[in-house]
């Protein structure tokens, strides 16, 4: 039974990064050994038994640091139990409907034949970096639509695959 997972986050403004650490916590919860770090911190997956990696979603395309992190380790990745995150939508919708992958996820998704792949909303807060975001925030299109509940719930999902529970 694998024990021990690593939560592997790209985010730029702290919203993902969020959403890494509650679906750390609730895997702790399921009784596992959880780690959650930013990606680029990531030098080796040898000590971990189960991957999950979360990426914030860019126009259309997942954050650098999360598309490095899987290009850097798909040898260790393939060999490891897989769940794939997004983050990013700037309203309800992902709570309403499943969102499919962004294609450059949905690749990864193929070759690293991950478990599954969720898209929960985004959030955008006054303070975000990149001209675009402060562009969406004075539009006033900014906001939280991160749904934790729904979080957990697929954490919990992921933490009783691996437990057997």
Not at 14 to 34: D, F, H, N, P
Not at 93 to 118: C, F, N, Q, T, Y
Not at 128 to 157: L, P, S, T
Request: hydrophobic share 40%; net charge positive; proline share 5%.
């Amino acid at each position: 039974m694998p024990t021990s997972v690593l939560v592997a986050y790209g985010s730029t403004n702290g919203s993902t990064a969020e959403i890494a650490e509650a679906v750390g916590e609730v895997l702790r919860k399921e009784g596992l050994t959880a780690e959650v770090r930013p990606a680029p911190s990531v030098a080796s997956l040898a000590s971990y038994d189960a991957v999950v990696v979360g990426g914030g979603l860019y126009a259309g395309r997942w954050q650098k640091d999360a598309r490095r992190f899987v290009r850097r380790h798909r040898g260790e990745l393939v060999e490891r139990p897989l769940w794939l995150f997004s983050s990013g939508p700037l309203d309800a919708s992902a709570s309403e409907r499943d969102i499919p992958p962004v294609p450059g996820v949905k690749k990864a998704m193929d070759r690293l034949d991950a478990r599954e792949h969720i898209t929960f909303g985004g959030c955008l807060r006054e303070g975000a970096k990149g001209w675009v975001a402060r562009m969406i925030i004075r539009n006033g299109k900014g906001g939280d639509f991160r749904d934790f509940a729904q979080i957990e719930e697929w954490a919990g999902r992921i933490g009783r695959e691996l437990t057997g529970k």
